[in-house]
């Protein structure tokens, strides 16, 4: 029997057809955690599932302005194939656009039929595989901010914050939010499935934040990518733009994307939790934040992975750019929230939000099972407010630090592969390389009137 011919495509076809859906659209994760996505008349969903949809490997190593970088495997191998075939357990239908449903699409080469060495999701899942020979189950619940912007012709950028009001941080309704952009948003988030849960306007004019239920770790990158693209989605229709840029302005803060994470045993047991233990934390617990603490240079790479990602750092800014973790304290890069038992858990500040959700996670959860395996104790925990070079080390400054820090991370790049670390660096060197090069209004400003 042909994949086209099995009862679980022909039950999905006929649930999603008497939803009204004609039009499934398949969509995965590219390097840099943007969504590639075709569109496939449901008639034709069993020839997808059987044969896979046909996508140049290149789309890996393209930039958002549209140059293909040139990685192994790509240009030099005469631009092949990937094969996406439509995971149709991840089915959903799209409450905002009638008649199409959307689910996640499985990346493999079609050569081997092993997954596409830049998989961010096949990544995560073999570093969920090193967990599991250990009988880790880790547990994630990402926490993401944007900015609404709205059209502002004349302007440099042609953008303005949606509102540009001020002073509203943790609040809801119309006072900080006019348009009422974030009731909209959560209603269709969680029509979608995505399991939000709380949102709320953040500390700066047209700042948002979106929290999202914990789950296992694969689920929850899952949602925190189909959670991006829906949000921008969403924006667009309404002629906005949401970004997750991690700063995109010089007088306001940035957005981050925090990550707490836990880990089960085999039995659901969550293993983060010891009354007895310093802190109330077992000693899996603190081995994981000594890992963290240790590959954190390596680490910012796949948490702060773009250019513009070192601007959301510096004092008094909220965003950890110091090595340091503390109990409850929002001025570390590690910090511990308060619960305890089943609670327990670890809240990384690092990343920001133009991570990659997969990579972010991947990442996180290698420098831990890393600090489980060494089985070393942290540092004392930070008290008072941080930000302090005197008392931590400082993490990297730019991305071309944090790039020669993964690099030079061999514990770290053994777990995440060889291949995928290749095709990172050498797609990321790229954009250093070229803002290198470019002439930014900030330098015509300061030098071209009077030089």
């Known amino acids: 029997m042909s994949a086209s011919d099995t009862p679980d495509v022909r039950r999905h076809m006929e649930r999603l057809a008497a939803e009204g859906v004609d039009v499934v659209r ?59 075939r439509p995971d149709l357990s991840t089915t959903a239908v799209l409450p905002w656009e009638p008649g199409v449903a959307t689910c996640l699409g499985e990346v493999t080469d079609p050569a081997t039929s092993a997954p596409a060495p830049e998989s961010p999701r096949d990544l995560l899942r073999t570093v969920l595989a090193r967990c599991a020979e250990q009988g880790l189950r880790p547990v994630v619940g990402p926490e993401l901010e944007y900015f609404l912007l709205e059209p502002a012709p004349g302007t440099p950028t042609g953008w ?35 399991g939000v849960v709380t949102g709320n306007h953040e500390f700066d004019g047209g700042q948002y934040e979106i929290n999202l239920t914990h789950s296992a770790a694969l689920d929850a990158a899952d949602r925190a990518f189909r959670f991006k693209a829906a949000v921008k989605e969403l924006a667009r229709q ?58 954190a240079p390596a680490l910012a790479a796949l948490a702060n992975p773009t250019v513009n990602s070192y601007k959301r750092f510096g004092p008094d800014t909220l965003a950890p750019w110091l090595i340091d973790w503390g109990l409850d304290n929002r001025s570390a890069m590690v910090r511990i929230p308060p619960e305890r038992g089943s609670g327990a858990r670890l809240e990384l500040r690092l990343g920001d939000a133009s991570a990659n959700p997969y990579l972010l996670i991947a990442g996180t959860i290698a420098a831990a099972l890393l600090g489980v395996l060494a089985g070393e104790e942290p540092e004392a925990p930070l008290e008072g407010y941080g930000y302090d070079t005197a008392r931590s080390a400082l993490l990297p400054t730019s991305l071309a630090a944090a790039l020669d820090a993964l690099e030079a991370d061999t514990a770290l790049t053994d777990i995440l592969g060889k291949d995928f670390t290749s095709s990172f660096l050498t797609y990321k060197r790229d954009e250093v390389e070229r803002f290198g090069r470019h002439v930014t209004d900030w330098e015509f400003t300061e030098y071209a009137y009077h030089l």
Do not use: W
């Open 26 to 84: 398949v969509v995965y994760p590219d390097l840099i955690g943007t969504d590639r996505a075709r569109d496939v008349l449901l008639d034709h969903l069993p020839s997808a599932c059987e044969h896979g949809l046909a996508f140049c490997r290149a789309v890996y190593h393209t930039t958002p302005q549209g140059d293909v970088v040139p990685v192994a495997g790509g240009l030099d191998a005469g631009l092949p194939d990937v094969s996406v």
């Open 160 to 194: 303005r914050r949606s509102p540009e009001a001020t002073g509203a941080v943790y609040t809801a309704g119309l006072r900080a939010d006019p348009g009422n952009h974030l009731l909209r948003t959560l209603r269709a988030l969680r029509d979608l499935g995505l």
């Open 238 to 295: 309404e002629g906005n733009l949401a970004t997750f840029m991690a700063k995109p302005f010089g007088d306001a803060g940035g957005s981050g994307f925090h990550l707490h994470l836990s880990c089960e045993d085999t039995e659901g047991h969550n293993v983060f939790d010891d009354p007895s233990g310093a802190h109330g934390l077992s000693a899996t617990a603190r081995h994981a934040i000594a890992g963290i603490l240790a590959h």
